[in-house]
Every structure is written in C-alpha cells, then in structure tokens.
C-alpha cells in the first residue's frame, strides 16, 4: 500500500544498462507477497510440491534473482522484517479479516467455476508463512546473495542502508520508503524491460518543493501511510501546500488537527528514527548449483532441465 505522493512526486527514468554491478536493497516480504499474489493456476491455487506446500514465492524468487544476477549484473540484497511496531497492529489485523473474507470468497468462486473472480480473489488472500521466510532464506544463500535481519521494519532498513556509499539504491513499489529517508528509490525494477526504470532521488524532490525530509514525513501522515488513515479528502497536493504554509503538523489549522490520528507524534518518530541496524554483511559469492538443484528440484518438484538450463546460461 503506502503513501500516496504521486501527484507530487520528482522522478525520472533509467535504464537498466546503468545499473550494471549495483547493490540494491529490496524489502522481501514486499517481494515474496507479489510473488505469491500473481504465480498461481488460473482458478488462483498457488503452485505447491509434491507433498502440498506452497511454491510460488520460491519459483518468482529464483527466476527473477537470477535474471537480475546473470543478465543484469544486478546485485539485489534482500531484507527480511524483524518486530513490527505497536501502532501497526491495529492496521495487520484489519488486513487480516480482508485476507479471511478473501479466502472464503476464493472457494467460493472455485466451486463456481469462476476462474477470472476465484483469481482475484486468491491474489488478496495471499499470506506469508514463517516456512516461506525461511525458505526463502535458503534460497538467496544457495543463489549466493546475503541476506539481512532487520530489527523492526524491513523497508526502513532497506531505506537506511542506502546511505551507505557501497550500496545505490533500495526498490520498491512503496513511497513510503522516502519517507524512511531513501536516498534513491527505484520503482518497477522488472526483468521484462530493460528501460523506464523510475528512478526518484530524494534529495531532488525535496529541493523541488522547497521542504526538509521532516516536513516530507507530515506531508505523508496527513494523506496517511501504512501507519494511519490520514485525513480524510486531504490529498498529496493539498498536504504538501498546508505544510508548505504552516511549516509542521502542529501549527495547521484545527479543523485539519481534530480530523487526524492523535499518535501523529508517534508515526512522525517512526519514519525519522526507526529501529535499524549496521550488522549486515555485503559478501556475494557464486551459486551453490548442485545445493540449489537438490532444494528446488529433489525438494521443491522444480523442473530439474529447466533449473539447469537457468543456472548454466
């Protein structure tokens, strides 16, 4: 989900070409959930082995890793979540009530025969397990990649890594990694196109609407973000127009502060002091084949010609 700051987003495009021997970092619980979203059967059933466990994270997981690696000489470095923060629970567990209605109308139209609308319904019911983490995991060190822990969310680790000089980028569909201070996010980062990679530096935005990254952060909490639903009929532009005004949050008029989550404070700490860490490693090495074909193909049912014939191109 995230902010919405497209209406007065600064962005440009690059190809992939010049992203060549790059470290980027990519918030894997984003990845994984679009993964098990879309590789699914017509009627929206997930890919599974043989003995019923979910595979489609793994076969999105390794296919575009290795195009990235291999074609691109792209060099992705996955974040996995650590504690979530209290002020989001509230938000997981409605997300978790559409999930349950979205499961129930799944069956629903599969019993129906209703392939177009089982589909629909299935991309939102999609759930990470504690398994698929862990296999993932597995995955990416067999690929050769490492991996990291965070210690609360992973987009704002993602986020804060990006001000290391060894690392260019974080992607992610979400705006609200600007929020957690990317210093460059890249947006729609697929392996079918090797251009219009949107590509959004926040230094730029920020210096082309005359704001700090503080006054970014009550922009996003005033059209609302993962953390809260913002104000209702309030949009990018106007946010950005009334913090322009009024400089911060505290100083908007009353009808605007009365309509907003009174945690206002709470959220703004959130994005500009999240909870991150420096122990990670940036060590690549070349993939483990014969340990990936025994845990996709012996393991997972994977095709064992075609795991070869990707992991030898």
């Not at 190809?15 to 679009?34: F, G, P, V, Y």
């Not at 000489?73 to 923060?85: A, C, N, Q």
């Not at 089982?118 to 991309?123: D, G, P, W």
């Not at 929020?179 to 990679?197: C, D, H």
């Amino acid at each position: 989900m995230g902010v919405n700051l497209r209406p007065i987003i600064v962005k440009n495009s690059i190809d992939m070409e010049n992203l060549k021997n790059r470290i980027i970092t990519i918030d894997a619980s984003n990845i994984i959930h679009q993964f098990l979203s879309t590789i699914r059967q017509p009627n929206g059933t997930p890919l599974t082995d043989s003995e019923g466990n979910i595979t489609s994270h793994l076969v999105g997981l390794f296919y575009r890793t290795l195009r990235l690696l291999k074609d691109f000489s792209i060099k992705p470095v996955y974040v996995f979540d650590g504690e979530m923060p209290d002020v989001k629970f509230d938000i997981v567990e409605k997300r978790k009530i559409r999930r349950e209605k979205a499961a129930e109308k799944w069956i629903e139209m599969k019993k129906k025969k209703s392939n177009e609308e089982a589909f629909r319904e299935a991309v939102k019911s999609a759930v990470i397990s504690p398994q698929m983490i862990q296999d993932s995991k597995k995955l990416l060190s067999l690929l050769g990649l490492p991996t990291v822990q965070a210690l609360g969310e992973a987009e704002a680790q993602c986020a804060y890594m990006t001000k290391n000089a060894k690392i260019f980028a974080m992607n992610s569909r979400d705006y609200d990694s600007l929020l957690f201070g990317a210093k460059i996010l890249l947006r729609y980062l697929t392996i079918s196109s090797k251009t219009n990679v949107e590509i959004i530096k926040l230094d730029e935005f920020l210096k082309h609407h005359k704001i700090t990254h503080e006054q970014l952060v009550d922009i996003g909490i005033l059209i609302g973000t993962d953390y809260n639903d913002g104000i209702f009929g309030v949009g990018p532009k106007t946010s950005l127009k009334l913090i322009k005004q009024y400089e911060r949050i505290e100083n908007i008029p009353t009808k605007y502060l009365d309509a907003l989550d009174e945690n206002f404070l709470e959220i703004r700490n959130l994005f500009l002091n999240p909870v991150v860490t420096d122990e990670y490693s940036l060590r690549f090495s070349e993939p483990d084949k014969s340990g990936l074909i025994n845990f996709l193909c012996e393991e997972g049912g994977f095709p064992k010609e075609r795991v070869v014939n990707n992991l030898e191109k």
